[in-house]
């Protein structure tokens, strides 16, 4: 063994090369460096530090040189270009490495949130990467202006913090189509929530869906799935909270789901603001700030750039339309129903 116990067999064959190159003054071969480069490869796959192989190195050249006369310059050549060689073998066999561990990390993150995995198999996978998916995980998916990419500024920024805070054996950090992924275990809410503030303040613009914690292999699909749907509905809903839970949006869904009676419920609950001046477009988005207010006047008014006086006409206005009124308890539920609905449908720009 060497220095700081590395192998002999990495230093073979460099002794006699510096022995040569100063008594001759010559460089080294184009095969000599070629068996540096490839024990490098060899050192680096073995898990051997490249620091430590240096300094075996240049120890070994230490231990030749009284047996090596000749110039020093040749000999302290021969060196570099060993070294730099054998460095270049470790470097090259480390990117590989690389390449290889970030394939089959991005093959397990398909398989993972598209579940197209065995799930036994999906499990033992699952614990390289510091997930046990016999416990329940929530996803969170932060959108923002521009798409998420592996390795870039703003995603490594946020993982930064992240991992920075909590255990990183059990959270994963990525990206997927376009979008930055967070899985964290499900009774850790401060995870999710802690990422959701990073990519906010990382990025203008960004908004984060959560899905409900699931358990099992298959929970983190249903949990992605959930925080991708709650993406959508916010953006088809205009919401602008830059932290979204899926459990907060389920009536959305359930709306959503008989589209002939939503269609039915905006028509004819809100079909007859077609009647009004300028069209139902502005009596409509005075429900919107009205109900998002907490059905408060003044809160409205300002939102709308309107004075009280104003607002509370058009609300007169609505309940003459519609024959509901938005200040009474029992059809309030009703027009604010209908409101979202027609947000869900996308009227009155999209005809019923």
């Known amino acids: 063994m060497s220095e700081q116990g590395i192998p002999e067999h990495y230093l073979e064959g460099y002794a006699g090369a510096l022995a040569q190159a100063a008594a001759t003054g010559r460089r080294l ?8 480069r ?7 796959d073995a898990g051997h530090g490249l620091r430590a192989l240096v300094v075996a190195h240049l120890a070994a050249a230490r231990a030749a040189w009284p047996g090596t006369p000749g110039s020093a310059d040749s000999t302290l050549a021969a060196v570099e270009q060993a070294i730099d060689a054998f460095a270049e073998g470790y470097e090259r066999a480390q990117r590989l490495a690389m390449r290889r561990e970030e394939a089959a ?13 065995d799930l036994g198999r999906l499990a033992e996978r699952a614990e ?17 202006p521009a798409p998420y990419a592996e390795g870039d500024p703003v995603t490594r920024q946020v993982e930064r913090a992240v991992l920075a805070r909590f255990d990183a054996r059990s959270i994963l950090l990525t990206t997927k189509n376009g979008r930055m992924l967070c899985v964290a275990p499900g009774d850790e809410d401060e995870v999710v929530t802690h990422f959701a503030r990073q990519a906010y303040a990382a990025g203008e613009g960004s ?30 809903l205009d919401l602008d909270q830059p932290l979204l839970r899926a459990a907060d949006l389920l009536v959305y869904p359930v709306l959503a789901r008989d589209r002939q009676a939503l269609t039915d419920l905006v028509s004819h609950t809100l079909g007859p603001l077609t009647a009004a001046r300028g069209g139902p477009r502005p009596l409509l988005d005075t429900l919107t700030a009205y109900f998002d207010s907490g059905c408060v006047a003044a809160e409205a008014a300002r939102r709308l750039a309107l004075s009280v006086r104003a607002l509370t006409y058009r609300l007169e206005r ?35």
């Open 207 to 236: 908004r984060v869906a959560v899905g409900r914690p699931r358990p099992g292999p298959g929970g983190v699909v249903q949990s992605y799935e959930e925080a991708l749907a709650a993406l959508e509905m916010a953006e088809r």
């Open 29 to 36: 071969s184009r095969e000599e460096l070629a068996a540096r």
């Open 128 to 144: 390289r990467f510091g997930l046990r998916l016999s416990r329940a995980h929530a996803v969170a998916v932060a959108q923002g």
């Open 38 to 44: 490839a024990l490098g490869e060899q050192a680096a």
């Open 105 to 117: 990390r991005r093959e397990f993150i398909d398989d993972l949130l598209y579940g197209r995995s």
């Open 318 to 352: 609505i309940h003459k339309l519609t024959g509901a009124d938005p200040c009474a308890p029992a059809h309030r539920y009703t027009l604010q129903t209908a409101v979202i609905g027609a947000r869900l449908l996308d009227w009155p720009a999209r005809p019923l």
